[in-house]
């Protein structure tokens, strides 16, 4: 099945003539756009108009808070939240009635985590030799089990 929201995407999918970074850094612009493809997606595909979908990313949403928070994130991740819109949206009617008001970016996933994140979700903050090189990204949805981490 295709879905018309991703065609802004498509030409961005590593292919022979478009292949991945070898930088080892985030791919910020396609991470970002990918993201932004699954959030029009969830919201349209929940019965919303892609019209009342709010674009502010998830830097402008909490700027400062982000500012202050600069020291623990790659340059990489901070583009990356520059460009990614804000997965913390109004609650809505549901489509369905079994399904919260609270919009969720994915069926397993809240949505990305805000500045303060690292300080709820820091189980794996301390890993060996590895202390702060891990972020979790995307929250997860809490109804579904008790795995705390989400999307590292």
Same mark, same amino acid.
């Given at each position: ?13 590593? &292919?022979?003539? %478009? ?9 910020? @612009?396609?991470?970002?756009?990918? =993201? %932004?493809? *699954?959030?029009? =997606?969830?919201?349209?595909? &929940?019965?919303? &108009? *892609? ?10 949403? %909490? $700027?400062? $808070? ?10 990489? +991740? *901070? @583009? ?7 997965? @913390?949206?109004?609650?809505? $009617?549901?489509?369905? %009635?079994?399904? &919260? ?5 994915? !069926? ?11 300080? !709820? !979700? ?15 990204? !995307? ?7 008790? =795995?705390?981490?989400?999307? +590292?």
């Amino acid at each position: 099945m295709r879905f018309s929201v991703f065609d802004d995407v498509r030409d961005q999918l590593v &292919s022979d003539n %478009n292949p991945a970074r070898v930088e080892g850094d985030l791919d910020y @612009e396609r991470c970002a756009a990918l =993201h %932004n493809a *699954i959030l029009k =997606h969830g919201w349209t595909a &929940s019965g919303h &108009s *892609i019209d009342e979908l709010p674009l502010t990313t998830c830097w402008e949403a %909490n $700027e400062q $808070e982000w500012e202050n928070n600069t020291d623990r994130l790659h340059p990489s +991740m *901070i @583009e990356f939240l520059k460009r990614a819109y804000n997965t @913390e949206l109004p609650d809505t $009617e549901p489509l369905y %009635n079994f399904q &919260s008001k609270g919009y969720k970016f994915f !069926y397993f996933l809240d949505g990305l985590v805000g500045p303060q994140g690292h300080e !709820y !979700y820091a189980l794996l903050d301390d890993i060996g030799d590895y202390a702060g090189h891990y972020m979790t990204l !995307y929250t997860p949805n809490d109804r579904l089990g008790s =795995h705390a981490q989400g999307l +590292m």
